[in-house]
């Protein structure tokens, strides 16, 4: 069974940092690439970052280039979600999700996700 | 970036009803579109990948069509089940987008 959960959520200042982790289990996760999403509270999903299955190549929403980075260890199947320089508008459930192998970036797997409160 | 605009967004419907959700996007996407249900305090499940393809273990009242711009989410009949937050996803280009969703209740 693919499961999917995410820690290191929390309350933080305006300003400051986290550093969420995805524990994956049952599937091969080197294979596949893998992605974050987030959901303020009440709003819709928003698409965060996507790392391929190498760690080699990351994509990033305008909204969070060059504050967050998307990292991978596939030797402890996890994925990583390093946010720095955190604003208010960055609060959200955030979701480890699993992409598929097929062409195409969707989501197959979500996370129960975690939240990010950033607020002084 | 794409945007993708849902219409509506909010619909009533019956048990039964054949309930047809859009999704337009702002460029052609070909057939590179997603489209996820979302119940209150869970998390979202893929529904069609594709623009038709059906996700395994979907039930088949659910239908997506559509090509380049003009995108459709159809449920044949509606059930109690269904009563949720639909949204679309393109995945032709990044940054990857969803639309604003829509959200189907009694």
């Known amino acids: 069974e693919v499961q999917l959960v995410e820690s290191g959520g929390g309350l933080v200042q305006p300003g400051g940092s986290l550093r969420l982790s995805c524990a994956a289990s049952g599937f091969t996760f080197d294979n596949h690439w893998m992605h974050w999403v987030r959901q303020a509270p009440g709003k819709g999903l928003v698409w965060v970052s996507r790392i391929n299955s190498d760690g080699t190549d990351t994509r990033y929403a305008d909204s969070v280039r060059g504050r967050f980075t998307i990292s991978r260890d596939n030797s402890e199947n996890t994925l990583y979600l390093q946010m720095n320089s955190l604003t208010i508008e960055d609060t959200a459930v955030y979701h480890c999700t699993r992409d598929p192998n097929t062409p195409g970036a969707f989501f197959d797997y979500w996370g129960p996700g975690i939240l990010v409160t950033v607020s002084s | 970036a794409i945007q993708l605009t849902q219409s509506p967004s909010s619909l009533s419907a019956s048990i039964g009803d054949r309930v047809t959700i859009t999704c337009r996007a702002s460029k052609g996407i070909s057939r590179a579109l997603a489209w996820y249900q979302q119940k209150p305090g869970k998390v979202p499940k893929l529904l069609i990948h594709?623009?038709?393809s059906l996700e395994s273990g979907v039930p088949s009242r659910f239908s997506g069509s559509g090509f380049g711009t003009d995108f459709t989410l159809t449920i044949s009949s509606l059930q109690p089940e269904d009563f949720a937050t639909y949204y679309c996803q393109q995945f032709n280009e990044y940054p990857l987008s969803f639309g604003g969703g829509t959200k189907v209740e009694i």
């Open positions: 594709d623009a038709s």
